[in-house]
Nanobody, 120 residues
Framework: QVLLVESGGGLVQPGGSLRLSCVVS????????MSWYRQAPGKDRDLVAA????????NYADSVKGRFTISRDNVENTVYLQMTSLKPEDTAVYYC?????????????WGQGTQVTVTS
């Protein structure tokens, strides 16, 4: 069974910080491309940040560049999203995503999401 379990969301004031974690099991984490997405009410689910297999290959949404940092621990099978200088527009449900290839076929899995609310 594949599980992606996010944690670390919550309520924070503007300018504050949060660190999201996603623990992955059931797949070969070290061979998986990991990403964080977010979805605000009434909006599409959008990519926030992605990280390659080896810990490089970063990709960030323009709206979070310089404020968010994605990282991974291939020993702990965990991907992190460090969020700083949070803004009310960062309010959303944040989802962990794992992608990979088996026999040239793309697969992907999602976590259940964790709510981040930025408000004064």
């Amino acid at each position: 069974q594949v599980l992606l379990v996010e944690s670390g969301g919550g309520l924070v004031q503007p300018g504050g910080s949060l660190r999201l974690s996603c623990v992955v099991s059931g797949i070969t984490f070290s061979s998986s491309y990991m990403s964080w997405y977010r979805q605000a009410p009434g909006k599409d689910r959008d990519l926030v940040a992605a990280i390659g297999i080896g810990g490089g290959g970063f990709n960030y949404a323009d709206s979070v560049k310089g404020r968010f940092t994605i990282s991974r621990d291939n020993v702990e099978n965990t991907v992190y999203l460090q969020m700083t200088s949070l803004k009310p527009e960062d309010t959303a449900v944040y989802y962990c995503n794992a992608k990979g290839y088996t026999n040239h076929v793309l697969w992907e899995y999602w976590g259940q999401g964790t709510q981040v609310t930025v408000t004064s």
